[in-house]
């Protein structure tokens, strides 16, 4: 039904709601009833042209629409009363009439909405034909069980069942608060708490209501007692572990109802921070943006999530063919009306990646491209250089040179204290991100990232495929321990880090990271995989110690000697130098390039260390002399 049939509906309901109410007031109609009625009518019209409350849909009833009902009624009487004063004219059955009338009123209009919501929701067909309470579910239907606050269920259960695909009925709900044990929302029943998890479990099965499915409104990660062992128990049972989308999943094909499955990642370590999407997506929206690494794994999100906010124009650059294919496939599919270009350019290509940039000319930058597989760096340290460092450096220039207005940096808590040359290549190109800040208007911003769960070369990706042939399940030392985000987590942090570098009246002077809680232990992280897999640690799946590899640590660090951790934003945190870094002289990279150009491994390792224990300390460290190329000084 159409606005207009709707209001139509509702000044007939106010008519009737006269009459009625001067029949029962007055023991009978008068013959100024009916005037009388349509006066009433007409105030009611008039109320709504003013409140509009006819735009919300009736199979959506919700109490804050019942309360605009009552607005409406009260509004209808007050401006009915006052064109009977000034009309000057008697109402038959007084005041007693005139608060009949609006009682009525609100009964008639609410009660309509009740009853086509119920026919909406199918509750009249359940009760009627059914023979039974609403809330039992149809056997053609998989059962549903409901992890969640109570609020988060009942704003859940309102949501339309046509998003749900038909697919599931609610069984119950198990609330995190013992105090909601025993409520009813919509028909469900809150049936236990979490210690009451399993006794819920074991009685629905036995009732023949056993839950095909686990809808988790709280991140299971937050949940206390549902460890990976029970839920990878539920897991071999056949349950699925379903959560609703999230803001940024909304944005590129997911629909507010629809049900996902729970990713690995998101069952495996803390709570994931939330940060706010906003900032991020009024910086980005109608501005050009350069992503290069966009095929890797965060580069293809930082594209997505751009994408996502609403950019003019999307660059996708990136040196593999087959990475770079696949991501703007993806784009392409979700954001069809994006204007969009994909280059293959190496970022150690100067002259090229400065083509391209005068082509593109973006407004922002966000730069993903890297080497970070700490072993494969470790031996060919020159690759590394060329790369992280000197690759990081040509982006910075070009992003300068064609007066974009931002870039991002991503780094690693590699880059804390580094003993690897991956983690030495990102702190040295963190200095020279910060010395190109101080040499125009563009602004520069670095963002230090933890282990990154479900991005390529992952330890939980390599744990998984481990688990899949059967094991063994393989870690570097017992005590490894390492700080875990997710991928939309690391984005997200990028995104907020370039916003709130531009609100700033000065120059970024420290490094953004999230406030990721307490390490895990990587011997724990293989465990809770083998039991969300329904097996068992050293039983079902062996797990060998096989010692460090090159360049590991045992623990990663997200704040240096020489900084100081702040907060600069709920779930931020900032490492800001304490001192002054020192200079990286042109003389020092020089040097650098023409051992990595020879492929001078050994050279390039100890002058690479000499630069950052320079950075980190601020004490001049001596460097090996060799023949420098010749690089332009324009840094």
């Not at 996502?308 to 991501?327: M, P, Q, Y």
């Not at 039983?539 to 990663?556: A, N, Q, V, Y």
Request: hydrophobic share 45%; glycine share 10%; proline share 5%.
């Amino acid at each position: 039904m159409g606005r207009a049939g709707k209001t139509g509906v509702h000044i007939v309901l106010a008519f009737m709601a006269w009459l009625i109410g001067e029949s029962l007031a007055s023991g009978g109609f008068a013959a100024s009833g009916l005037s009388q009625a349509a006066l009433f009518a007409l105030s009611a019209y008039a109320v709504e042209i003013f409140l509009q409350i006819e735009r919300a849909p009736w199979r959506f009833l919700g109490v804050s629409d019942m309360l605009r009902l009552g607005r409406s009624a009260a509004a209808t009487t007050v401006l009915f009363v006052l064109l009977n004063l000034t009309l000057r004219l008697s109402i038959a059955g007084g005041a007693r009439t005139v608060f009949l009338a609006l009682v009525l009123d609100f009964v008639l209009l609410a009660g309509l909405r009740i009853a086509r919501r119920s026919l909406h929701e199918g509750s009249w067909n359940d009760a009627l034909f059914r023979l039974r309470p609403s809330g039992t579910p149809a056997p053609a239907r998989g059962r549903l069980l409901i992890v969640g606050a109570a609020s988060d269920a009942d704003a859940f259960l309102r949501s339309p069942p046509g998003t749900l695909g038909q697919r599931y009925t609610t069984v119950g709900v198990i609330s995190p608060q013992e105090r909601e044990v025993g409520e009813e929302l919509r028909g469900v029943c809150v049936l236990g708490s979490m210690k009451t998890f399993d006794t819920v479990m074991a009685r629905l099965r036995e009732s023949g209501l056993g839950p095909a499915a686990l809808l988790f409104l709280t991140p299971p990660a937050a949940v206390s007692g549902l460890g990976a062992e029970r839920l990878g128990r539920l897991k071999g049972e056949g349950v699925r572990l379903l959560r609703q989308p999230a803001v940024i999943e909304l944005s590129y094909g997911a629909t507010a109802g629809e049900l996902r499955e729970i990713s690995l990642e998101e069952l495996l370590t803390r709570p994931p921070v939330r940060l706010e999407f906003e900032p991020g997506r009024i910086l980005v929206a109608g501005r050009r943006v350069v992503v290069t690494g966009a095929g890797g794994s965060i580069g293809s999100e930082i594209c997505r999530q751009i994408a996502a906010c609403g950019c003019a124009h999307l660059t996708l650059l990136d040196s593999s063919e087959a990475a770079l294919f696949r991501t703007s496939r993806e784009i392409a599919e979700y954001w069809p009306e994006l204007s969009r270009s994909d280059v293959l350019c190496d970022i150690r290509d100067r002259d090229r990646l400065a083509e391209v940039f005068g082509d593109e000319k973006p407004d922002l930058v966000f730069h993903a491209a890297a080497l970070k597989h700490v072993p494969l760096v470790e031996l060919h340290p020159s690759e590394g250089a060329r790369t992280n460092v000197f690759g990081a450096l040509n982006v910075a220039e070009a992003t300068r040179n064609i007066g974009a207005t931002h870039m991002a940096f991503i780094s690693t808590d590699k880059a804390v204290n580094p003993s690897s040359v991956m983690g030495a290549t990102k702190r040295l190109a963190e200095a020279l991100i910060r010395q190109a800040g101080s040499k125009g208007p563009t602004r520069y911003s670095i963002v230090r990232f933890g282990n990154v769960l479900g991005s390529a070369g992952s330890v939980a990706t390599v744990f998984q495929q481990q688990i899949e042939r059967g094991g063994p399940v393989t870690v570097t030392d017992e005590a490894m321990e390492r700080y875990f985000m997710t991928i939309p987590e690391a984005v997200q942090l990028v995104l907020r880090a370039v916003a709130m570098s531009a609100a700033r009246s000065e120059p970024e002077p420290g490094v953004l990271t999230l406030e990721m809680g307490e390490p895990v232990k990587i011997i724990d992280l293989a465990r809770r995989m083998i039991e969300l897999q329904g097996l068992k640690p050293d039983e079902d799946i062996e797990l060998r110690i096989i010692g460090l590899r090159p360049g590991e640590k045992i623990t990663e660090e997200l704040v240096d000697v020489n900084e100081e951790q702040r907060m600069r934003a709920p779930g931020v945190i900032e490492a800001a130098p304490r001192i002054p870094p020192p200079h990286i002289s042109d003389d020092d990279l020089d040097t650098l390039e023409a051992q990595a150009m020879a492929g001078n491994h050994e050279g390039v390792r100890a002058t690479l260390f000499s630069l950052v224990e320079r950075v980190r300390t601020g004490i001049e460290t001596p460097i090996g002399n060799v023949t420098p190329l010749r690089r332009s000084t324009d840094r």
